[in-house]
């Protein structure tokens, strides 16, 4: 069984596009995150949710704009990709904000 | 502001090897030290945490060493295996886990035979 799942696992567009990763968890936790990782591996937040609502929103792109639906998910949709969104994004949940974060799998985006 | 500074970037240790990483803290609020592992094509994994009322944690082959007074943590790989390369991440946060957390820049681990 899946702790936290993300979909797609990888995905490739075009520059201009409009794509969404979607991300669900079967931990009961109340808090959910989105990060991004660059080829160089740096870790970096983007958005946090606790129990549906925007507790973290470092300074992303107003291109990027999470939705949680319920407590169990967390999509982020991305429009008019660009070259240097190009990035494994990882979705990690956690009981609460500040413990022990699970991952998912990570979706590598590849924007061309 | 990183409030979190990891080192090395990149390590090479030969197996049977000691590898060592090691993280630099400036908030004195920090009081939870977790470390994440990550392999290729994976999500990171807490490996093993410690809270600064000890100097060391160990657990099987893996060490975390604390000193508050330089603000250093570091984590320790005792008998390296091929199986431990994997990027590493050292993170922090504060008020008992109940605050944000702050990871470090991350360290490729790589363990030659």
């Known amino acids: 069984d899946t702790a936290v799942s993300q979909t797609p696992k990888y995905l490739v567009t075009q520059m201009g596009n409009d794509k969404s990763i979607k991300c669900e968890q079967n931990?009961?936790?109340?808090?959910m995150y989105w990060y991004k990782q660059d080829s160089k591996k740096f870790l970096k937040i983007m958005f946090s949710?606790?129990?549906?609502?925007?507790?973290i929103n470092e300074t992303v792109p107003n291109r990027f704009s999470p939705k949680s639906p319920d407590k169990a998910h967390l999509n982020l949709h991305i429009n008019s990709l660009e070259l240097g969104d190009s990035a494994v994004y990882f979705c990690?949940?956690?009981?609460?904000?500040?413990?022990?974060?699970?991952f998912g799998p990570g979706t590598r985006l590849t924007v061309l | 502001q990183q409030q979190v500074k990891q080192s090395p970037q990149s390590l090479i240790v030969q197996k049977g090897g000691i590898s060592i990483i090691n993280c630099a803290y400036e908030n004195t609020a920090f009081d939870y030290f977790p470390w994440y592992q990550q392999f290729p094509g994976k999500g990171p994994a807490l490996l093993i945490a410690?809270?600064?009322?000890?100097s060391e944690k160990k657990e099987g082959r893996f060490t975390i060493s604390f000193n508050k007074s330089a603000k250093q943590f570091s984590l320790h790989i005792m008998d390296s295996q091929p199986g431990d390369s994997a990027t590493y991440f050292c993170a922090a946060n504060a008020n008992f886990g109940n605050e944000k957390l702050t990871f470090g820049t991350g360290t490729r681990l790589t363990i030659i035979p």
């Open positions: 990690a949940s956690s009981q609460w904000e500040g413990a022990t974060q699970y």
């Open positions: 931990l009961g936790h109340d808090t």
């Open positions: 949710y606790n129990n549906k609502e925007l507790i």
């Open positions: 410690i809270r600064p009322d000890v």
